[in-house]
């Protein structure tokens, strides 16, 4: 793409309607929130040989590996930040020359398990909108890539100013919904 326009995508791996699948969708948007691509994958449906085989890291695989990585490879805008829906996918960093970052709302309870399988290292850090129209955000992304952090803030800080930077994780669910509703290989 060759506009200075800033870029935004949101990345989420969500399950298939009846539960056997998954998922991948990206949305692409400008500053704004509006919309300039949207893409996703057919359902991925693992056997149920494969899930015990897998374990812990079946979503990690599906999200990173087969669905992440297909969807990001065939855009047609560069994205300048890509925001995930779920801390596992902070490994898509690997195949893609844009920061990953995953956000939370500050203020809003977070959920710990001690026994949780993804027992990584963080950097985190912190934007708010400079409207201050929106909740503060902390913005997570994997040590490996700890300056992502600082990367990412102008196209966080231009989007924040127009934008909740979670909303649109609510538009691809909807979308999805309507997808499988369309369509019911997608369900």
């Given at each position: ?10 990345y ?16 692409i ?26 374990g ?30 779920r ?101």
């Amino acid at each position: 793409m060759e506009s200075s326009e800033t870029c935004v995508g949101f990345y989420t791996l969500s399950k298939t309607q009846d539960g056997d699948g998954y998922l991948g969708a990206i949305l692409i948007t400008d500053d704004r929130g509006r919309p300039l691509e949207f893409r996703v994958t057919y359902p991925v449906r693992p056997s149920a040989f494969q899930r015990p085989l897998y374990g812990d890291t079946l979503e990690p695989y599906i999200g990173v590996e087969l669905c992440g990585g297909r969807l990001l490879t065939g855009l047609d805008h560069d994205v300048d930040v890509l925001i995930v829906s779920r801390p596992c996918l902070l490994d898509i960093r690997e195949t893609v020359p844009c920061p990953v970052v995953y956000l939370e709302r500050l203020g809003d309870a977070i959920e710990v398990h001690s026994d949780a399988p993804d027992q990584r290292a963080w950097a985190m850090g912190r934007v708010d909108s400079p409207s201050g129209r929106f909740q503060p955000v902390a913005v997570r992304v994997s040590s490996n890539w700890a300056d992502d952090v600082e990367r990412s803030r102008p196209a966080l800080e231009e989007a924040f100013e127009h934008l909740d930077l979670l909303e649109p994780f609510d538009r691809v669910s909807r979308a999805l919904e309507l997808l499988a509703k369309e369509d019911r290989r997608f369900a």
